[in-house]
């Protein structure tokens, strides 16, 4: 069969030699590219593990498998596939508490972020957002205003949130920032809803945890 | 411009009397889209000058291997080949950059700026032409991304590359960094650019018409 003017063999070769030059390139870059945004992904998210635990000495990472903790991944699953927390530890080996990662839909598009989880206390320890869309100016303050990050170190869950002003002074109270309220209580919703999630397994640590 | 060569006003085409963003109203949506600072406009200038530069060297080197009626499938195989490229570097060197730009490094590939050269231009002249022109239309892509990016950052942070220029006094026009400030400030720069482009040809215009009488004079 012909089509008009080029021969249809012509038609498909060219454009299976293109593609398969295009596929060779991005293969090359692809190679040379993944390990570094990997080594990226990987230090940013250390630096959040650091940041709401107020430093540890090291961390362990976590498997939360069929609701349960485990140290190693299972076999045959991707590490990156699976859902981590991040145990931390003083200079002494003694826990100093878990990191948690968790996101739910805010003002924009989801709201990805870190905290860190004392159980001995049942304190929120910190709070870092690792990824948002939100509002300039308005809804970006949940990472942007010190006083509100602030606020997440050292309240105990679960948490509540209330309009700035409005506090009796509760020890689980945080104060939501004005103009972002959708943006504040989604942050402490998240945490409470992995709280309420993960908490009896954290809370148990180690009893948790197979080996 | 009558006494430009050939080859120069193939790269100075572009950068201003047909600016791609501001002349011929093409690559709008990374234009309102991702201009909300300079850096994020440099990046994503650069990186579609990237994709235009090595998508217009290859259409022309290949222009006689192309048929006709794969053309279009066979120059968007090729520019989203240079977008992945571009996608993939940018977010191993430039991770912060490549976060902030988002989806709309992959929507280079439908920059209808792009494509429009490769079909108008690229596919029908020699090598060396493509790369003027692609040089040219880059520059000015990338001089439309840096007047939207500085004129928003400034307005809309008060600063410019992330330094401070206005001082801690001054109250940042939150709008100019939303989407409706990419919006007005595009449409400010367009009612100038027409308001020149119309005083310019006004004026030609005049010199063009011929003195009193000579019309009939000619005539009889």
New interface residues.
Partial sequence: MT????PAW??VT??AA??G??GL??VV??E??EP??EA?RAA?LAAAIDNVLASPAHYDTLYVVDGALRETPPEGVLERDLERVFLGYDESDVPVGFAVTGGEPGYQDIIQLIFGYDPGSGEVVGMEVL?S?E????GDKIEKDAEFVAEFDGVQTPLVGVKQGAGQGDPSEVDMITGATISSRTVIAIINNRLEELGPLLDTYPATVKR | MKSATTAQYDLIRGIWRENPVLIHLLGLCPALAVT?TVANSLAMGLATFFVLMGSSLLVSTFKR??????RI??YI??I??FV??AD??L???V?EIH?AL?AFIALIVVNCMILGRQEAFASKRPVSRAALDATGTGIGFLIAMLMMGSVRELL?NGTLLGYSVFGAGFE?W?IM??PPGGFLTLGVFLLAMGWWRGRTEGAQARVRRWPHGVATRRAA
């Fill in positions: 089509i008009r003017g080029a012509r038609l060219t454009l293109a593609g030059m295009a390139l991005i870059v692809f040379w590219a570094r945004i990226h940013v990824e869309k509002t300039p100016g308005l | 909300n291997f192309i048929p006709h009626e794969v499938s066979a195989l090729i989203a080949t992945t490229i993939l570097v977010a191993a060197v991770p976060k988002g809309g940042p939150i960094i939303l």
